[in-house]
């Protein structure tokens, strides 16, 4: 719950699902020992801004794993196209909550420091409906894979578009440009999501399935936070080796 004297009420909400066109089951694949939820889990529940955590899920399967090892869970419709729209309905039962904070199940090595930052940016400034993060690309041959999403920010640090693509294109390549990877952690103002998920999907959106592109189609700032966090997500079964590989890592250190 809020500190007294402070009305804002953060949530944390992992959505969950069973299906998945390249990796069923997902949530739930073991790595080093625990399942991948169980590791994002572990990892959010370091943070300090969060005042409420829950596991959005339509399956019962992830449902009792979650409860198994400690979470709290919402129970959510198997209908929803995305993972934004579970977490507006997961938060729909705790009418307290003033912002959220969709953190991605396949990322188990997600910092907790960069939600908190989240987190404590959207409270810092009612006015700012949403809010990611993106770190530096330092490898230029990322640049051509479409399944790392690049952003461009304009001087204050907000979005000016997301692609798939190069993005921008150099034509020359200025000493200072600097490139910028995407990362798949959101976080909303509550009136704010429950105004995105009603709008439909847009062109823009639909062409480079990017969820984000509505909230700017629709003139809607996006602020990204610039970290250092270059934590990697479970996307296929081959990466598997990889991300325990870098599990096993973290626990040594």
Request: net charge negative.
């Amino acid at each position: 719950m809020p500190e007294e004297g402070n009305s804002a009420c953060v949530a944390g909400i992992i959505p969950a699902r069973w299906g998945s066109s390249r990796f069923p089951g997902k949530p739930l694949h073991q790595l080093a020992g625990k399942s991948l939820l169980h590791h994002v889990f572990e990892r959010v529940r370091a943070c300090e801004k969060l005042d409420l955590l829950l596991v959005a899920t339509d399956d019962e399967r992830i449902r009792d794993a979650a409860l198994g090892f400690g979470a709290q869970v919402a129970m959510t419709s198997p209908e929803h196209a995305t993972g934004t729209d579970r977490i507006a309905e997961a938060v729909r039962g705790s009418p307290e909550v003033t912002h959220v904070i969709n953190i991605q199940g396949d990322e188990p090595l997600i910092e907790p420091a960069l939600v908190d930052s989240l987190a404590t940016t959207l409270v810092e400034n009612p006015d700012l409906p949403m809010i990611t993060a993106a770190n530096p690309m330092t490898d230029r041959s990322q640049l051509d894979d479409p399944n790392i999403v690049k952003v461009v920010l304009d001087r204050d640090g907000n979005a000016l578009y997301f692609s798939r693509s190069p993005l921008p294109h150099c034509r020359s390549a200025p000493g200072e440009l600097q490139l910028f990877r995407h990362m798949g952690v959101y976080g909303y103002r509550r009136d704010f999501l429950e105004q995105f998920v009603g709008w439909p999907p847009g062109t823009l959106e639909q062409a480079e399935h990017l969820e984000q592109l509505r909230a700017l189609e629709n003139g809607a700032k996006i602020r990204v936070l610039v970290t250092d966090d270059n934590s990697i997500g479970l996307d296929t079964p081959e990466q598997v080796p990889q991300l325990e590989a870098l599990l096993a890592a973290v626990t040594t250190s």
